[in-house]
Structure formats: C-alpha cells, structure tokens
C-alpha cells in the first residue's frame, strides 16, 4: 500500500478520487485578462488544481544564436529557445492575481518552478506543493531545494531512467518530506496515443513505494482514462480557452467541455473500479425475480410425471432453481397444477 498525504487538504491516493490537474501553461497568449479567464474557465471543470509554470526567458534558457539553441522541428519550429520562453512564459507579476482568482473559485493552484528563484517566489505566494517538469527530473540541485520547503513534490518522469528516476525520488526524499507523487510522461508535443504506454503507470508507484499518475500530451482522454483504471492517482494535462485562438501549447490542449469530459471519466473510472466481491449488490435484488427458474408450462394432474413437456426453466425467477429440473423430472405432482405456476417442493410427490 502505498503512502497517502494531502496537497491543500485533498487527500492523494488509490484509495481516493484521482487528483486532476489542469496545466495552464503557455496559453494566455500574453494576456492577463486571458489566464483570470482559464483559471475560471478550469474551475468551471471540476479540476481539482491549477498549475503554472514560474520562469523567465533567463532562468531557464540562455540568449545565443548558437545552433543547438535554435528549434528545428516539432510544433516549435523556427524559435530560438530564449524567444520560445519569452513568449511562452507566465509574468511573475500575474501570479499573485492568479491565485487570488484560484483560492476565490475554491480550486488549488501551484506551479512547476524551475529554478530556485522560482522556488523561493512560490513559496512566499503559499503554493501547497510543487512539480518537477520532465526536463528538470535530472536538475537534482533543484530537486534538492524545492524538497527542502517541506511540501510536496508532484515529479514527471518524461525521458528519465530508472536511474535518473531513483537519483530523483532519494534527493527528495533526503531533503524533505517525502511526500512524492510520480507521473509517467511522453516528453512528445503531442504524443502518439501509441507511445502512452500507461501500463508504466502503476509499476512506478510499485518501484518507487509512491503515488503515481500521469502528465498526458496525448490528445484526447483516453490515456488519462487508461491509466487511473489501472490505478494512476493523479492526471495532469494541458488547458486552453479554444485551440484555435493558437498558443504554445494549444496544439494538444483540451478545451473546456473536453476537459470536463476528462474530469469526469476519470473519476467514473476510478469510481467504477469499487471494490474486489462476489456479493449480491443491493442494486441487484430487484433483478433477482426475473432469473431463470421452474415454472408448470402445461397443466399437470396429481400423480401425473413431471416432464420436459410441462416443466421448463424460464423466467421470472419465483420457482425452483433450475438446477432441480433433473431431481423433479419423473417425480409425480402431489396436487393439480396449473400451467403459469412457479413449482416448488410441495408440489412434488
């Protein structure tokens, strides 16, 4: 069993409702009016949090026109590192106002920090925990100091190995609570429904004695759906007001009644899993009368032989078990029996 903790009060575990987080990212397009209209348009999902990502062009990147700073294929094409993160990127001034929209909509909100500025800068906003993005998994520097705040960690694992993955969850670990969710993830923008993989999903919680989950670029819901019917505690994926009106990472983003649509499967699957018995279930005993069971099908005299002519197994299910009919067969009737009777054992001589 793996251990249980909570981020701002919800509890994160098999043994709860999955945890799903609605990844803002890039797609405000630059407009502070339009990410106060996504954290909205999130809450309105049913999302259980809302995650930023806290950079600046400087903190993640470096400007340089040299080549391996250039994009030369996928869905960023054309841009430099710096100018992608500089237009992609959420003001730190924004911030404040962002969670003050989250906390009055009742919904958590945090963000992926990716460097220790960031950290601090969160940490002073009261976020409640912190993600570790794919690409910073290996940044154990990083890891170290966003662990040492004492909240909890939500880490991607996108591209790492057990290795790398194992150097992670020991850093956090020895620097803070120990409180750790892991989400599998495709380091792909979009990924291939094929590559998902999701059967990665509850070995890593196995492997690692943690909660595990997945953070989807996939598109659609199936791989989130996938992947808490076998157990994933929390989803993470991508939000945009409508694709079309573009942004960094619209391409593969769920627009609002998609993203509902995630919410809610995603806990019908989980709630669908339920319990391991064999009981019947009080839903199901008002369905028991119409089973299959002995009934008189031609009138029958006393002393008459009870037959496969005048006795069959039919529903409703108020007569004998079916299974009788090769104990009754031969049997003579101890009174008149009219056909459309249930039969039952004081009817046999």
Same mark, same amino acid.
């Given at each position: 069993?793996?251990?249980?903790?909570?981020?701002? /009060?919800?509890?994160?575990?098999?043994?709860?409702?999955?945890?799903?987080?609605?990844?803002?990212?890039?797609?405000?397009?630059?407009?502070?009016?339009?990410?106060?209209?996504?954290?909205?348009?999130?809450?309105?999902?049913?999302?259980?949090?809302?995650?930023?990502?806290?950079?600046?062009?400087?903190?993640?990147?470096?400007?340089?026109?040299?080549?391996?700073?250039?994009?030369?294929? /996928?869905?960023?094409?054309?841009?430099?590192?710096?100018?992608?993160?500089?237009?992609?990127?959420?003001?730190?001034?924004?911030?404040?106002?962002?969670?003050?929209?989250?906390?009055?909509?009742?919904?958590?909100?945090?963000?992926?920090?990716?460097?220790?500025?960031?950290?601090?800068?969160?940490?002073?906003?009261?976020?409640?925990?912190?993600?570790?993005?794919?690409?910073?998994?290996?940044?154990?520097?990083?890891?170290?100091?966003?662990?040492?705040?004492?909240?909890?960690?939500?880490?991607?694992?996108?591209?790492?190995?057990?290795?790398?993955?194992?150097?992670?969850?020991?850093?956090?670990?020895?620097?803070?609570?120990?409180?750790?969710?892991?989400?599998?993830?495709?380091?792909?923008?979009?990924?291939?429904?094929?590559?998902?993989?999701?059967?990665?999903?509850?070995?890593?919680?196995?492997?690692?004695?943690?909660?595990?989950?997945?953070?989807?670029?996939?598109?659609?819901?199936?791989?989130?759906?996938?992947?808490?019917?076998?157990?994933?505690?929390?989803?993470?994926?991508?939000?945009?007001?409508?694709?079309?009106?573009?942004?960094?990472?619209?391409?593969?983003?769920?627009?609002?009644?998609?993203?509902?649509?995630?919410?809610?499967?995603?806990?019908?699957?989980?709630?669908?899993?339920?319990?391991?018995?064999?009981?019947?279930?009080?839903?199901?005993?008002?369905?028991?009368?119409?089973?299959?069971?002995?009934?008189?099908?031609?009138?029958?005299?006393? /002393?008459?032989?009870?037959?496969?002519?005048?006795?069959?197994?039919?529903? %409703?299910?108020?007569?004998? %078990?079916?299974?009788?009919?090769?104990?009754?067969?031969?049997?003579?009737?101890?009174?008149?029996?009219?056909?459309?009777?249930?039969?039952?054992?004081?009817?046999?001589?």
């Amino acid at each position: 069993m793996t251990p249980e903790f909570t981020i701002a /009060g919800r509890r994160i575990g098999a043994a709860h409702s999955p945890y799903i987080i609605c990844e803002l990212s890039g797609n405000h397009n630059g407009s502070l009016d339009r990410a106060l209209a996504l954290v909205d348009a999130a809450a309105d999902t049913g999302c259980d949090a809302i995650k930023l990502q806290t950079y600046t062009a400087d903190t993640i990147t470096l400007k340089s026109d040299r080549p391996e700073f250039q994009l030369t294929g /996928g869905m960023w094409k054309g841009y430099s590192l710096y100018d992608l993160y500089a237009e992609a990127h959420t003001p730190w001034d924004w911030h404040p106002a962002l969670f003050e929209r989250a906390a009055k909509r009742g919904v958590t909100m945090f963000s992926s920090p990716f460097d220790d500025t960031a950290v601090d800068f969160l940490n002073d906003l009261g976020a409640p925990a912190f993600k570790i993005a794919s690409f910073e998994l290996v940044d154990l520097p990083l890891v170290a100091y966003a662990a040492s705040k004492g909240k909890p960690l939500i880490m991607s694992t996108g591209m790492a190995n057990l290795e790398e993955i194992h150097a992670a969850v020991e850093t956090a670990r020895k620097f803070g609570t120990g409180e750790i969710v892991l989400l599998h993830c495709v380091s792909e923008y979009p990924a291939n429904i094929h590559d998902a993989n999701v059967r990665v999903v509850p070995d890593l919680g196995a492997k690692f004695g943690v909660p595990s989950g997945l953070s989807d670029h996939t598109f659609g819901t199936a791989a989130s759906v996938a992947s808490v019917a076998l157990g994933g505690c929390v989803i993470e994926k991508h939000f945009t007001l409508a694709r079309a009106d573009g942004g960094p990472d619209s391409g593969f983003s769920l627009e609002p009644a998609e993203f509902t649509a995630l919410v809610n499967d995603c806990k019908d699957a989980w709630a669908a899993l339920g319990q391991i018995h064999y009981d019947t279930l009080g839903s199901e005993r008002g369905s028991k009368q119409f089973r299959r069971s002995l009934y008189v099908v031609e009138d029958i005299k006393a /002393g008459e032989p009870f037959t496969k002519a005048n006795v069959k197994s039919i529903r %409703p299910g108020l007569g004998l %078990p079916p299974v009788r009919l090769w104990d009754v067969l031969d049997k003579t009737a101890s009174r008149d029996i009219a056909r459309g009777e249930p039969l039952r054992d004081d009817m046999i001589g």
